[in-house]
């Protein structure tokens, strides 16, 4: 339109928001939609790895703290005043499940840590649809799995190797397939 001899500048749509031009890819270059099931996936692996990035950080730098309230007794009471309507098993359980998580080694926590910052950046990869992803994810996996058996399920916290193995291959075994349809469809 015209005014005053000026034209208004026409808008033009924004792609990123137009759901005709939407898809799951996020480069423009690569034909390939990145399938719904791997990002559901790869959404669920994220916040898994931001959250347990920013939990074992803070377990480890807690644990002097935590040896100190269990040394002089004020976990005690304040598992005492979490749990004090419940039955008194339920203090020492959570006081027993404590001092074991107390007694794994500090590295422990730490090596966690970084072993999910690889596996976040094999995730954020694999959102790009970069294969190298994958194998960042794998590999920091793996080496989960096995710094559990060293230091975690021994101690008998809850956790298996069967229920984590499981999970983690369910996941690996998608991104696998998801990968592969990726390369059949190109």
């Excluded at 890819?25 to 959250?51: D, I």
Aim: proline content about 5%; glycine content about 6%; overall charge positive.
């Amino acid at each position: 339109m015209m005014r005053n001899g000026l034209q208004r500048p026409v808008a033009e749509p924004h792609t990123a928001l137009n759901p005709a031009t939407m898809n799951d890819s996020v480069s423009p270059n690569n034909p390939t939609p990145r399938p719904r099931g791997m990002t559901t996936l790869l959404v669920l692996s994220f916040a898994n790895a931001c959250l347990s990035i920013l939990g074992y950080f803070l377990f480890f730098i807690s644990i002097p703290g935590l040896k100190a309230m269990l040394s002089n007794g004020s976990l005690e009471e304040m598992a005492t005043s979490m749990y004090g309507g419940m039955e008194e098993d339920m203090v020492e359980q959570s006081i027993q499940l404590m001092e074991k998580y107390i007694a794994v080694s500090p590295w422990y926590y730490i090596a966690m840590a970084l072993l999910f910052a690889v596996s976040l950046m094999g995730v954020v990869r694999m959102f790009k649809l970069n294969k190298m992803g994958f194998h960042f994810y794998t590999v920091s996996q793996i080496l989960m799995l096995i710094a559990n058996s060293i230091c975690i399920y021994p101690i008998h916290v809850g956790r298996t190797l069967s229920s984590d193995l499981l999970l983690t291959l369910i996941f690996i075994a998608v991104y696998y397939i998801s990968f592969k349809r990726i390369e059949t469809k190109q």
